[in-house]
């Protein structure tokens, strides 16, 4: 890879440095292999990440095509669509939330029009659970973004939609999601990540990074569902300060090869952190789930519940970490994986692990692993339920405790559509 | 309670608590001196007089152990503060183990007189073998044994007389290449048991060995084969101590254990190395069809201890346990856990393990259970506990879990917890000091396990707890 260039329109001198920073890292730290602890088990990255090039401009055609399948959801507050890194459309927010200071900015407008909060929050958080090579990789190609400023007080009803599609043969796409969320302040987002075609390897290297200060309450919630050719990384940290109720939920059917990592630090009291999962794995997909929870100060819940089915020779890997910092007395941290399997040369692993430095606290973590009851599938076939349909039940009654959290009755029939298709060609 | 009986209580836990700390001096026949080379090893080795192929087998090992890497990627750095130059890998008085007490040479046995080996011999054990760093002081079984054609030596012994039973095990469940520590091992081993128990005998009472480190600097690397024969049945239990050395000192054992067809092994060891003792121990058990082991491990003394009793379940319905507990107080790092490796349908493991730390100690617990394909029917359970008494104290837990296959289920719970103040106030409420309460609070924490312990056993490890928890709260 060539030395980076500016890639946005006048990027400033900051920006500049933390993309050779980024290109350096890329290029010096080593391939990641079995042998490191955080890529324990995962099966190795056998793809060389410079075979894959930022895309051009996409033709009207993929475009129109794109805004035609970007309908998540009747209602929104503002959309983003972005297709093989390229902005296709934005829609604007209401006249009353700009007038009350919401910002919700593409990475090239945040850089003309408020460059100082853009330096004071973009790419500030990297990933310490071992990606941090391709951390370097996106921060020396990041163009495609969003970034969201919710100024204190201010609640946002309806949801702020990202989707983030690919379209190319060997396209890298870097996406990059921002939230900040200031005191008092409520808001809600969903990040999608699609292929528009069913046939096109991709590269995805996503970070996302929220920053919910004092009291703000933050829900995202993010959709991976690229085709199963596609290699995934999504780098996910929360900065989670005193008083604060943020919740992550991700669903994740697509990629061939999807590596999910996730952060949460907490830094203030009183916080209130969930991370929720669901993945449905099939054919010879891997989710590799790597997960963190930092209790820096005392007072803080976080909790933390990923599920995974897992069809045919699939695999999955669930590996978190809760680690409470000395003197951070009074945590209440929860750690749990369920694993669900489906075919017997399914695979799951499960690393959950704990590391306590104060005494005063609840921790624990649990992970199980099995398959459907015959109990309770004997229970429903003898009441006439078919077989399959029986199966079916199971399986999303397995996922409906995740279900329940969301936010939006629109939102949960999408979701649920999604599993039901997928299951229904899966359980016959 | 009044101060009088108080100050008895204190008084007879110093006593306890200094049990293990005396030394007598040096006067060794046999030093190979300090530092590792192919010198030592053969030096090792013509002392002992053994055959070419163990000699071999040391020096294989040895290039082993200089090429592996110290697994500090993932264990503590604390490893690093081992200089291997400066331990001394082989020292003996040039004893044969004796037959009766009396042969015992002076100081040997005051030292198993004063940690009550004898005592418990009379009492309730089957055979006895006491370790005197790198040899065997003393070792004896009931007679009616004997003829019933159990074998109970050292391991050179073993090695020695009856190769036809010992050697198609001898590092066959724990191969030298390992890990770093299993290959020093298998470099310098001296000393431990090689027990065989004929088919369909069940052993009544336990088997014991009681290792106990003298020298300073010294390396203590004792070697353990078990193989019980198909519905052969033993328990076999294990002690350790040493005085408190200015300097570090190792210990480095490593214990394979075979159960046949439909046999039972029970292997129980209570450590209670003093805290510059580096104990790095490789345990490792295969069972066959139907068979049982369970390791009951309790590990309360030593600077670092890793350890991490294993079941390869070979034989379909083999059945595997471990079942820990591990006290770590000031200055210590009781890194512990439990590895079960499922490789044939319907067989069960069960891992329950509970840490206690106090002051700056540290446990944790790192585990591995492995269901590959094509199994059906396998279960899992693990629980691990954490009990957390003071505010610096640390624990961690770090499972590994893969499962495959069908109708198999494994479950996983961990728990981190502290005393409730609630429980302290009730008790003190009626009349307990708050260190009594404490006390009583931690052994109610462990008590489910330690039932599981033989009753002499459990006992002491009340007393040992309790001896512990001293002065670690107000």
Redesign the interface.
Known sequence: MNNTQAILKSEPKWLEELRNQGTQDYKTLPVPTA???NW??ASLFSTEAAEFKPSSEPSSQSKDLCLKQSQLLDQSSAESIYLDDHLIKKTSLSDDLKAKGVLYLSIQEAIDEHPDLLKKYFLKQSTELGSEKYFGLHASHVKAGSILYVPKGVEIEDSIINYYWTDTEKGLICPHTLIIAEAHSKISTIDVFNSLSDSNQAMSISVSNIYAHETAHVFRKVIQNFNTKTVSFQLDTTIAEKDTSVKNLALNLGSAKARFENQVKINGSGAHVKMYSLTVAEDQQEFDQRTFQTHNAPNSVSDLLYKNALFDTSRTIFSGLIQVA??A?QTDAYQTNR?L?LD????????????????????????????IDPEELFYLLSRGISHRVAMQLIVLGFFEEIIDELDSESLINTIRTLLETKFSAKLS | MSDSTLNEQEESILVDNEKGNFSFPEDYQFDAGTGLSKETIAYISSVKNEAEWVKEFRLKALELFEKKPMPT??ASSDLENIVFDNIRYYLSKGQKPSRTWEEVPDDVKETFERLGIPEQERKFLAGVEAQFDSEAAYSRMKEDLEKEGVIFVGSSEGLEKYPEIFKPYFGKVIPSADNKFSALNSAVFSGGSFIYVPKGVKLKQPLQAYFRINAENFGQFERTLIIADEGAELTYMEGCTAPKFETATLHSAVVELVALKNAKIQYITVQNWSNNVFNLVTKRAHAEENAEVKWIDCNIGSRLTMKYPGVVLKGRKARGEVLSIALANDGQHQDTGAKMVHLADETTSNIISKSI?IGEGRSTYRGQVHMP??L?SCKNNTECD?L???????????????????????????????VSAEQIFYMMQRGLSEGEAMSLAVNGFVNDLLKAFPMEYSVELKRLIDMEMEGSVG
């Open positions: 042998k490191d602890e324990r088990f000395e003197g007395q694993n399997l017997p040369r399914a695979d799951a692993n499960s690393l959950p692990g704990l590391e306590i430095l104060a005494n005063d606290v609840k921790c624990s973590h649990g992970a199980t692993t099995g398959n | 990627h993932w730390s394909k094509h059906k954490a957390l008494i003071n505010s610096n104290s640390r624990t961690d837990t770090y499972p590994a879990i893969t499962t495959r296959g069908d109708a198999n289920t494994v479950q996983h719970e961990a728990s981190v917890s502290k």
